[in-house]
């Protein structure tokens, strides 16, 4: 295998913009968030073609394919030519739905919740959490 063929995991997840900083990458495969086939791998694993990951970045989940070895940081668009999102539209779902949450205000000055306020905003946040999943 020639030098231009290897490339370590930590800085191919850098370079395809899974991580913000080749740092943050090396962490998170010492942590045990990268895996291969289920199994912790480390910051200096080479990285293959057809390979499959499963990396957890809070509660965030992806599972990618490795379509091409890039080395170098690149802008965005160029990037999706080098891996394939596997993720399970499920987990993309749940995530997604975090974020749609209702954004739950109360007028400035009304003071705290009464228990009457406060069963209602349970009620609003159970009646949207049960519709979600």
């Known amino acids: 295998m020639t030098e231009k063929e290897k490339l370590r995991i930590d800085k191919y997840l850098w370079a ?73 539209f499920e987990q993309t779902n749940q995530y997604k739905s975090m974020f749609h949450a209702p954004v739950l205000k109360r007028d400035r000055g009304t003071g705290r919740p009464t228990k ?3 069963r209602e905003i349970d009620d609003i946040k159970e009646n949207f959490f049960d519709r979600n999943e």
């Open 16 to 88: 395809i913009r899974v991580f913000k900083t080749r740092t943050l990458a090396t962490e998170a495969c010492k942590a045990g968030r990268v895996k291969l086939d289920g199994q912790n791998i480390k910051p200096s694993h080479e990285v293959k073609v057809g390979e499959v990951y499963s990396i957890s970045k809070g509660v965030e989940r992806k599972v990618i394919r490795v379509t091409g070895l890039l080395e170098n940081r690149m802008d965005a668009k160029s990037v999706i030519n080098f891996f394939a999102d596997e993720t399970p």
């Open 116 to 118: 009457r306020d406060r």
